[in-house]
């Protein structure tokens, strides 16, 4: 049986030793990893505030207003800016210095959770990043397993050591509004966990579409309502429809 009271118990622990702030936001998109941080930190007490960022009409947008109607937390949207979106990436680009898509997708999503924050009187914002990289959340790991255990450990150690860096170039982006984008499931401590964790708890066969499977029972388990629980994953630049816009504008 998964052990998810370990793993509620280190996730936990790694909110408190990284988040010191009681008022914090939380970048939301819906989905079950952004909802069960927001649920953790809102049961542990915190003042929190969902963030979703994304454009006019986006699946995070309409998601994570579905998902909140259950949730019932303070929740804000930002509407990405059609007219502004080609200046803003042109500045983050020549900001992170990189023509790594990923990153520059991530970014561009970051600054306008950091502008929302900031506009709420935020400077403090918690995310779910980690929990993709340390529960094979991510397609790869489909291919990966093919090949057994040590190819699944050597993608996730280079898509953290990828996260890790990648979050600095986020951080350095949402300076501009003195927001702070904390990661608690990228701490050494609970990374150092999750490795310990079965692979089998977390992807079953090549064939696995859901994957992450201790974390949606957790999930289940605490209150995460179910339509967030069983959602299949839509990374944070398809749903907010940013990788779309920054392609048309290359």
């Not at 809102?42 to 947008?61: E, K, P």
């Not at 929740?75 to 059609?82: A, M, Q, R, W």
């Not at 150690?157 to 608690?184: C, R, T």
Request: aromatic residues 6%.
């Amino acid at each position: 049986m998964p052990d998810t009271d370990t793993l509620l118990e280190q996730i936990k622990k790694a909110v408190l030793h990284t988040v010191l702030t009681q008022k914090i936001g939380v970048a939301f998109s819906g989905g079950v990893d952004s909802t069960l941080v927001a649920k953790v930190c809102s049961d542990l007490g915190y003042d929190v505030t969902l963030l979703t960022i994304g454009f006019a009409g986006s699946h995070d947008i309409l998601f994570s207003r579905e998902v909140n109607e259950i949730l019932k937390l303070p929740h804000h949207v930002l509407e990405i800016d059609p007219d502004e979106f080609g200046a803003i990436s042109k500045k983050i680009r020549d900001t992170i210095s990189t023509d790594n898509l990923s990153w520059n997708e991530n970014c561009i999503a970051f600054y306008h959770v950091a502008k929302l924050a900031n506009s709420l009187g935020l400077d403090t914002v918690v995310t779910a990043n980690g929990i993709d990289e340390l529960f094979c959340g991510y397609n790869g790991y489909r291919d990966a397993f093919k090949e057994g255990e040590s190819k699944i450990m050597e993608l996730m150690d280079s898509k953290l050591e990828n996260e890790l860096n990648m979050m600095k170039a986020v951080n350095l982006v949402s300076s501009e509004f003195s927001v702070k984008i904390l990661q608690p499931l990228l701490s050494e401590n609970f990374i150092n966990y999750a490795k310990t964790v079965p692979v089998s708890e977390k992807i079953l066969d090549p064939d696995d579409l859901m994957r992450k499977h201790i974390v949606r029972k957790l999930a289940s388990q605490i209150g995460v309502p179910e339509i967030s629980a069983s959602k299949r994953k839509k990374a944070l630049q398809y749903g907010s429809l940013i990788h779309k816009a920054l392609i048309k504008s290359r």
